[in-house]
C-alpha cells in the first residue's frame, strides 16, 4: 500500500501549481483523504481533507486558496494550489483516514512520499 504526491517544482509568488496523490495497493473509495505539508524546522500541517463521499475541509492558512478534490475511479486525489506564498514552501504529501472525525490531522495515517513546492517571492 503506497501514496504518493506528485506535482510539485519552483512558482513565483502569487502563482498556481497542482499537486496529485496517486494510491497503488488498496481501493481509493472507502478512504477519507488529507494533505498535509511539512517545511524544515517546522511541525506538520494539516492543510485540507477530502471525505469519502466528498464534503471538503480546510485550515484557515489555505482556505479560499487551494481546493481538494477526488477521482475515485483514477485512485487518485488532487490539491490545485493558487495564490501561492513564500511560506507555502514545504513537502506536501497525502495520507489516509477511516474514521468518522475524518476533519482531525491525528486520524490520518500512511503518510506516502511527498513533493516538494518551492515559491519564490
Known amino acids: 500500500v503506497q501514496l504518493q504526491a506528485f506535482g510539485g517544482g519552483l512558482v513565483q509568488s502569487g502563482g498556481s501549481l497542482g499537486l496529485s496523490c496517486a494510491a497503488s495497493?488498496?481501493?481509493?473509495?472507502?478512504?477519507?483523504m488529507g494533505w498535509f505539508r511539512q517545511a524544515p524546522g517546522r511541525e506538520r500541517e494539516f492543510l485540507a481533507a477530502i471525505s469519502r463521499s466528498g464534503a471538503s475541509y480546510y485550515a484557515d492558512s489555505v482556505k479560499g486558496r487551494f481546493t481538494i478534490s477526488r477521482d475515485n475511479a483514477k485512485n487518485t486525489m488532487y490539491l490545485q494550489m493558487s495564490g501561492l506564498k513564500p511560506e507555502d514552501s514545504a513537502v506536501y504529501y497525502c495520507?489516509?483516514?477511516?474514521?468518522?472525525?475524518?476533519?482531525?490531522?491525528?486520524?490520518?495515517?500512511?503518510r506516502g512520499q511527498g513533493t516538494q513546492v518551492t515559491v519564490s517571492s
Open positions: 495520507a489516509r483516514s477511516q474514521n468518522v472525525n475524518w476533519r482531525l490531522a491525528v486520524e490520518y495515517y500512511g
Open positions: 495497493g488498496l481501493t481509493f473509495r472507502p478512504y477519507h
